[in-house]
């Protein structure tokens, strides 16, 4: 059991990091390190899908480290 649950969370943090990654294309270097837009926007379409994915997957990795523990 212990091994599956190593494998599912890998898997999980891979996912994870290659969201945000994704999520950080396209902002520049000053958006990842916390740069402001002077730009004001809501998240539509693609970017929405992104941002719901990257906090899902955070969850569940939250959730298989838990276990992973117990």
Do not use: K, P, W
């Amino acid at each position: 059991m212990q091994t599956y649950l190593s494998i599912v969370q890998i898997i999980v943090s891979v996912t994870l990091i290659v969201l945000v990654l994704l999520q950080a294309q396209g902002h520049g270097v000053g958006g990842v390190f916390g740069g402001q837009s002077s730009v004001s926007h809501s998240r539509r379409g693609v970017e929405r899908t992104m941002f719901n994915l990257t906090v899902a997957f955070s969850v569940l990795f939250l959730l298989v480290s838990l276990l992973n523990v117990l």
